[in-house]
């Protein structure tokens, strides 16, 4: 498993842009594919983007954020990043990064280490 920890969460006004960051440690993060999921109150935990293990590099993102939200990872910082760009008032909720020993996961069960959490919050 991986120590995760999430950093570059705020408030921030609609149309705005945030970039969070998570740091791995353990020697095992470039065989990990990673994921940052939301939950908002009330609601249950999303996947929003996911980046895979393999050469490739191959990403997955949900339609609510397609073209507006960017993963990406540095394997050697042990770092994964969400751009998000054009903020909205539904992106308000705790963002949690994740990762998986799969190479494609899509599901909660799919993702052994998580982070704390950071808050983002949209609002004017």
Do not use: H
């Amino acid at each position: 498993q991986l120590q995760l920890v999430e950093s570059g969460g705020g408030l921030v006004q609609p149309g705005g842009f945030l970039r969070l960051s998570c740091a791995a440690s353990g020697r095992t993060f470039r065989s990990y594919s990673m994921g940052w999921f939301r939950q908002a109150p009330g609601k249950g935990r999303e996947l929003v983007a996911a980046i895979s293990w393999s050469g490739r590099g191959s990403t997955y993102y949900s339609d609510s954020v397609k073209g507006r939200f960017t993963i990406s990872r540095d394997n050697a910082k042990n770092t994964v990043y969400l751009q998000m760009n054009n903020l909205k008032p539904e992106d308000t909720a705790v963002y949690y990064c994740a990762g998986s020993p799969s190479i494609n996961p899509r599901t909660t069960g799919a993702f052994d280490s998580w982070g704390q959490g950071t808050q983002v919050t949209v609002s004017s």
